[in-house]
Every structure is written in C-alpha cells, then in structure tokens.
Nanobody, 114 residues
C-alpha cells in the first residue's frame, strides 16, 4: 500500500517561514495530483495547495502569494512564508491515484504564535 510521510512542522513566529515535505517510498508517478490540506482545531479540513503530474498548481486564496507547492520524483514540498497565526493547524499530504483513490499522510503540526 502506498504511504505518504510528512515532515517539517513546528513552532514559528508570525512572519516566519517553514518548509513541509511529503515523501513516498515509491514514485509520485502513481499519483495524478498531489496536495496539501490543513485542519485547525474546531474547523473542517481545507485545501491549501495542489500540483498535478504535469506541474500545474492551484492555491487557496488565503495562502496565495505566500505558499509555494513543488514536487520532485518522490517528494512534494510546501514552502510557507509570511506565516500568520491563522495558518496554525495540522497539515496533511494527499495523493490522488490514477484510479480515483486517495492516500493521506499522518499529518504534521504547524503552530504560528508569538
């Protein structure tokens, strides 16, 4: 079974930066799209950014201009700049398979606080 493993979360001050990484033991060729989602306490999980197998990207309005999603052969990254307290939450890596299934990572905590 495909596994996704996130890393890079932590505590950062407002205005700071963090880079999240999501690694698969196989290859991202098994996915037609990858994405990052986040869930804050008491809120629903929301889309942050996506990237397709051909490199097309989309961002939530709340992070556009501050976050950048990218991918390599087996890793999808999320560079987060100018972080705000409202960016706090558990960030999850997601992969959509060519057959329409989805795979989720375990999540990594991001806390933006002074």
């Amino acid at each position: 079974q495909v596994q996704l493993v996130e890393s890079g979360g932590g505590l950062v001050q407002p205005g700071g930066s963090l880079t999240l990484s999501c690694v698969t033991s196989g290859s991202l060729l098994q996915f037609n799209a990858m994405g990052w989602y986040r869930q804050a306490p008491g809120k629903q999980r929301e889309l942050v950014a996506t990237i397709t197998s051909v490199g097309s990207t989309n961002y939530a309005d709340s992070v556009k201009g501050r976050f950048t999603i990218s991918r390599t052969t087996n890793t999808v990254n999320l560079q987060m700049n100018s972080l705000k307290p409202e960016d706090t939450g558990v960030y999850y890596c997601n992969g959509r398979t060519w057959r329409g299934g989805t795979t989720w990572g375990q999540g990594t905590q991001v806390t933006v606080s002074s």
